[in-house]
């Protein structure tokens, strides 16, 4: 149906996570639409950014350097750790500005069913970061999804480090600001019962 360069582009638009066969198509037509500067500017972003950005040696962010501009900020609080699952969630949490220390990234949760176990994580890694001389995390806060494998995993780090004298927190869920009680769903529910706190 298309000539094969927009057939192509289509394509490799589909490939995105989210992009369907509709807004890949909207996607290539507006990119036939851009004036030669700025498809070649889209061009060498995506190029530069997969050539350069890898995964920080310490915390598993991503970086151009050996390590990320979180791990190297010294006005970090370096008693607590913030764990979270994706990069994409680190950024998350650092967009509220509540969180002042430092992460570990696991690329991941535990997930049988996806073929995800301990090994394909950043697990030894995080266990070799606390027991290092230096150490000097005293909490480790699991910033996890809410789910059967965020569960899972927060189960297995919190076996793990709590030998090692650490404490291990777990982010709170609950409702939504603004959020209706009868349009809340019951496990929401009773997670924001079990994470009450007292008031005043």
Do not use: W
Not at 140 to 164: K, N, W
């Amino acid at each position: 149906m298309y000539t094969l360069p927009l057939a192509r582009l289509i394509e490799a638009f589909q490939k995105l996570p989210g992009i369907g066969p509709k807004s890949a198509q909207r996607l290539a037509f507006h990119v036939l639409k851009q004036d030669q500067t700025d498809v070649q500017l889209l061009s060498s972003a995506l190029v530069d950014a997969k050539a350069q950005v890898k995964a920080c040696q310490q915390c598993y962010n991503v970086t151009v350097e050996a390590l990320c501009e979180i791990c190297t900020d010294t006005d970090r609080d370096p008693t607590a750790l913030c764990v979270v699952a994706h990069v994409q969630d680190l950024y998350a949490l650092e967009r509220t500005g509540d969180v002042r220390s430092g992460y570990h990234v696991l690329g991941g949760l535990i997930s049988p069913i996806d073929g995800i176990g301990i090994d394909q994580l950043n697990l030894q890694a995080l266990l070799g970061r606390l027991q290092r001389p230096d150490n000097t995390v005293r909490e480790v806060i699991l910033a996890l999804p809410p789910s059967v494998e965020g569960d899972t995993t927060s189960l297995y780090i919190s076996r793990l480090i709590r030998p090692l004298g650490i404490d291990v927190t777990r982010i709170g869920y609950g409702l939504p600001v603004g959020g209706d009680l009868d349009y809340a769903d019951t496990l929401t529910l009773s997670r924001a019962l079990a994470g009450r706190r007292a008031v005043g």
